[in-house]
């Protein structure tokens, strides 16, 4: 039988694609992961387990994820280069797996002085385009990054992320284009508002192909207020149009708005060429993906059956 995540599974055969995802929660409660999860089972492919996302800490992404696992949720396990070695994040990956983990998706990490001590020290021994090459390597070829050999190594369906609207707009494909090269293959990019201009920005993805190289899924916050959207505006290379912001503030239910325009670029992204699944960031909010995955019409989701690749 085929080792491949039912993510893999999904978009190889052919299939659109939706990803959502999970942030540990900042105690040891193991039962608010799993809370989590149990919303989120049949409503998405799979769950990005958020690895101390904004610097904070929280419980374990491996953890996390095999607690979400055993609730009927395929994690992706998000792995930060901010806070370990070289040695540690191997270490890690072989642990990820050998719980059962399929899914990795390499990150950078945000700077711990967006977090709660910021007296800490990054690490970034390898950047996330270093990492995605040193699993590829370990995967490929079982070797270590210092040349060892591993008898037994994982093999994960490997992600990164890209951003559509930092500039310069040049960097950012170049970035997408190693990122590629180096082993990634899916993208989950930064939440999309502003869609034509992210239209722009995958007809230079399609002139590249970069397309055809990788799984391209299309990120999508959901804001539940006016003060959650004006905290998105905030961050770093994020583009949304201020009619968006309007709407939310003029609403009587800002929430039932939030979920609206969600639905909206939801529908509005699937038809975007070149785009193969959506990446729902509920942000706390996990009750609203089965909302969103049923209003759009990505329910139910597909089998996804198991190959069998004995003759």
Avoid at 213 to 218: E, F, G, L, T
Avoid at 245 to 250: E, K, L, P, T
Wanted: with cysteine; aromatic share 4%; net charge neutral.
């Amino acid at each position: 039988m085929s080792d491949k995540s039912r993510l893999q599974r999904v978009l190889e055969q052919g299939n659109f694609s939706l990803t959502t995802e999970i942030g540990p929660p900042m105690s040891a409660d193991a039962q608010l992961v799993r809370k989590k999860a149990r919303m989120l089972v049949g409503a998405a492919d799979a769950a990005n387990i958020t690895d101390n996302q904004a610097a904070v800490v929280r419980m374990s992404s491996i953890a996390a994820g095999i607690l979400a696992s055993q609730e009927g949720i395929e994690p992706v396990i998000q792995m930060t280069c901010r806070d370990r070695n070289r040695i540690a994040l191997q270490s890690d990956l072989l642990g990820a797996w050998a719980l059962g983990a399929r899914n990795l998706l390499c990150l950078s990490g945000d700077h711990p002085s967006l977090g709660n001590h910021k007296q800490a020290k990054n690490v970034y021994d390898i950047d996330s385009i270093q990492l995605l090459q040193a699993v590829a390597r370990l995967q490929n070829e079982g070797v270590f990054l210092s040349g060892g050999k591993c008898r037994h190594p994982p093999h994960f369906f490997l992600g990164a992320t890209a951003n559509p609207f930092a500039d310069p707009s040049e960097l950012q494909l170049m970035r997408l284009q190693k990122k590629i090269a180096a082993g990634a293959q899916f993208i989950q990019t930064q939440a999309v508002y502003d869609v034509e201009a992210f239209e722009q920005w995958m007809a230079r993805v399609r002139a590249l192909g970069l397309h055809e190289k990788a799984y391209i899924q299309a990120g999508i916050v959901v804001n539940k207020s006016v003060k959650s959207i004006e905290m998105t505006r905030l961050v770093a290379g994020m583009r949304i149009p201020e009619s968006y912001i309007d709407r939310m503030r003029a609403a009587g239910d800002a929430a039932a708005e939030g979920k609206a325009i969600a639905l909206e670029l939801i529908c509005r992204l699937r038809q975007v060429e070149g785009i193969r699944g959506i990446h729902i960031m509920s942000v706390g909010w996990e009750e609203v993906v089965p909302e969103l995955a049923g209003e759009s019409g990505l329910l139910p989701r597909p089998a996804a059956e198991q190959e069998d690749e004995t003759v």
